[in-house]
């Protein structure tokens, strides 16, 4: 289904809109409309885009219509360039996947946060809803702790109860707990209806994928390591796959992957043989996948370090 739908192969616009300077000219430079058109050129289906709560809305809590204004026009260029959008909530208020910099905390218990969240996605749904055969919406980046699944399970079907007044057909992508790991899928309830489909992240092993990162304490920064000495197999990735297809097949939904990718210190030569092997996957079972992220981010895949491997790793998104 993702394949017809145009969510098979994406990558992320990480970075322009959330985990970012809120400015004029960051909004004017980070992306472009070349990137759009660089992007299309490599046969992708599909950006998502990340967008934090306080980024489009105005500090009296109304919608920044100046920010809105622009991602109607990274729609209209997705359209120029034959390319779908997932519009992601990164962030929204008492919640954001990043512990460590971010202050928000209290929305999985504060009827008042669920309700901004609710108004908000009822606020895109009116904007967009009319646009569902080329835009999705992912409801929140990465639950982080499974003490949140009943919470959030119960925010979920509320959240979907209220954008689908506005957005009957639009498809909506949900994620489960440990910043959606593919192997807490399987706690998530049963889909709302037909149009909602199963999402989760990877970035396995995370000692490889990670390596030297800075910004978690999971991570020792100073270790390295190659793809041979992690011993990363078609079989790992099916495995740890394994429930959250079974999740979706048993509930006659699709598995969508949106967040994986390999930080910027790892090889060319490196980076190929892992995006080919969890693409082995991907496409065995069929699942969508949109790459983390396309520029910086620590993670740009069109950064120049790739570009003695762009043609061949074109072939494994």
């Known amino acids: 289904m993702l394949k017809e739908l145009g969510f098979y192969k994406g990558i992320n616009f990480g970075g322009w809109f959330s985990q970012c300077a809120y400015d004029e000219s960051h909004f004017d430079s980070f ?55 997932v519009i992601d909530l990164h962030k929204t208020a008492g919640f954001s996947f990043d512990t460590y910099s971010e202050n928000e905390y209290g929305f999985f218990e504060n009827m008042n946060y669920q309700e901004h969240f609710y108004k908000i996605w009822e606020y895109i749904s009116k904007r967009y809803g009319n646009l569902s055969d080329r835009i999705a919406f992912e409801l929140l980046n990465e639950v982080t702790d499974k003490e949140y699944l009943t919470a959030w399970n119960s925010i979920v079907k509320k959240c979907i109860e209220r954008i689908r007044n506005f957005a009957p057909d639009t498809l909506i ?27 989760m992240h ?23 390591y190659s793809f041979d000495q ?63 992220s396309y520029k910086e981010m620590d993670f740009g895949i069109s950064d120049i370090r790739l570009d003695t491997v762009r043609q061949e790793l074109q072939q494994y998104f």
């Open 31 to 85: 992306i472009t409309e070349n990137d759009f058109a660089r992007v299309s050129s490599w046969g992708l289906d599909h950006i998502r885009l990340p967008i934090d709560y306080n980024i489009i809305e105005c500090s009296d809590g109304t919608m920044n219509e100046n920010v809105m204004s622009r991602i109607d026009k990274v729609l209209e260029l997705c359209r120029k360039y034959s390319l779908n959008t």
């Open 173 to 199: 992508m949900v994620g489960s707990y440990w910043n959606n790991d593919a192997e807490a899928v399987k706690d998530l309830d049963a889909p709302y209806d037909s149009n909602v489909i199963y999402n």
């Open 202 to 224: 990877c970035y396995e092993p995370l000692k490889f994928t990670h390596q030297g990162a800075y910004w978690t304490d999971k991570i020792d920064p100073d270790s390295r």
């Open 230 to 292: 992690m011993g990363i197999t078609d079989e790992l990735f099916e495995k740890l796959f394994s429930s959250a297809i079974k999740k979706a097949k048993d509930n006659h939904t699709e598995l969508y992957c949106g967040e994986y990718g390999l930080i910027d210190c790892i090889s060319p030569e490196d980076s190929i043989k892992w995006y080919r092997t969890i693409h082995n996957i991907f496409e065995k079972y069929g699942i969508g996948r949109c790459a983390w």
